[in-house]
């Protein structure tokens, strides 16, 4: 089971969350901060989904180190890409919030059966689901302040 400072150390995760919605609300909407917070949010919600899957990663390279599952390989390589493609210039910014927090609750399942599976540390499925409903919560609270 996670020690407390386990879990200050994934709260303190999000940090950068917060301090971009209190810079969202706290600047005109049209002004070049509000912009910078906006776009940084989504850029560490992008970096955060990346880290997701680069630890499913490891976890597949530990599990079998001479013989991985492949699809999880696959898998866990998808986070970044979605992560890319939410930050592509074109993407609208509501579309790829939108698409962060859709892929970020496909994250949290795929974890939470893998730690009910035994791929994963059982309590693995307990943090996941506090820090994505946290970060999840930080992406609805930035969703109004989205022009």
């Given amino acids: ?9 994934s709260g303190s995760g999000l940090a950068p969350f917060i301090v971009c919605l209190v810079i969202a609300y706290g600047t005109p909407d049209v002004s070049a901060l509000h912009d910078a917070a906006v776009r940084t949010f989504l850029v560490y919600a992008a970096l955060t989904l990346s ?74 499925a307990r943090v996941r689901t506090v820090m994505t409903v946290a970060g999840t919560l930080c992406s609805l609270a930035l969703w109004p302040a989205i022009a």
């Fill in 51 to 124: 880290f997701l899957g680069g630890a499913r990663w490891g976890a597949e390279l530990a599990r079998a180190p001479d013989a991985p599952n492949l699809w999880r390989m696959a898998a866990a390589a998808a986070p970044s890409v979605v992560g890319l493609a939410a930050l592509l210039p074109q993407a609208p910014l509501k579309a790829a919030l939108g698409l962060l927090m859709l892929s970020g609750g496909i994250q949290l399942a795929w974890d939470v059966a893998a730690s009910r599976a035994g791929l994963l540390p059982p309590w693995n």
């Fill in 1 to 9: 089971m996670p020690t407390r400072t386990f879990w200050l150390i």
